[in-house]
């Protein structure tokens, strides 16, 4: 069954045994055969059409982007709302289409217009993404790991891991392992393991780091 709550009449599902639970403005609104659906808050999940397994909770999280096509993606949590509440501004996974079993959890402290986890990620896949900014600027990469604030915030590229605040947070393409406070965050491009507060990161004097690096 389908349980809609201050959703848009216009609500277009098609199947019937959607099983989908929208609550929210707008929430949902473009659904046609996607089923088993929870999507809480304004806007979340509206550009979903076939998408199926999705959780999203805040506002314009999850497909929420209206500038986006539709999602079609499934497994995907994304849990967060843009802290100034503009509705211009995207939640987790707002802008994602086909992208699927993804995690986004976090809200935004980075800039005015963006900021919130995955909030650009369309096709990438296998992401997961804890804390503000986490993987802000990737689109289409998959099977990165971002946790703590602006971990990866800049990265585009697939296969990272990056635990700690400000981990990677400088990286754009490359694949690194980055582990504690600001590790690897002078790393720009290229390939390497940073493990520990700071190492292969956070001076300020410093220039960028490129190439094959290990520190520890």
Do not use: C, W
Request: proline residues 2%; without cysteine.
């Amino acid at each position: 069954g389908f349980v809609g709550i201050n959703f848009a009449s216009a609500n277009k599902n098609t199947s019937n045994d959607s099983a989908n639970i929208f609550f929210g403005f707008l929430a949902g609104l473009e659904t046609t055969t996607g089923n088993r659906n929870i999507f809480f808050g304004s806007q979340t999940g509206r550009k979903t059409s076939t998408g199926f397994g999705n959780i999203g909770i805040g506002i314009r999280a999850l497909g929420g982007n209206t500038g986006a096509t539709a999602m079609t993606g499934k497994g995907n949590i994304a849990i967060g709302s843009h802290e100034d509440g503009f509705s211009s501004r995207l939640g987790p996974l707002a802008a994602n289409t086909s992208g699927q079993y993804n995690v986004a959890i976090g809200s935004n402290g980075i800039n005015a217009s963006g900021g919130t986890p995955l909030a650009l990620n369309t096709t990438g896949s296998n992401n997961t993404a804890v804390g503000a900014g986490t993987l802000a600027a990737a689109t289409t990469a998959s099977s990165n790991t971002a946790i703590g604030y602006a971990a990866l915030l800049s990265a585009t590229s697939a296969s990272n891991t990056a635990v700690g605040s400000g981990a990677g947070q400088n990286l754009t393409s490359g694949v690194i392992t980055a582990v504690g406070q600001g590790a690897g965050s002078l790393v720009t491009t290229g390939r390497g393991t940073y493990i520990g507060l700071q190492a292969g990161g956070i001076n300020g004097s410093s220039p960028p780091m490129t190439g094959t690096n290990v520190a520890v």
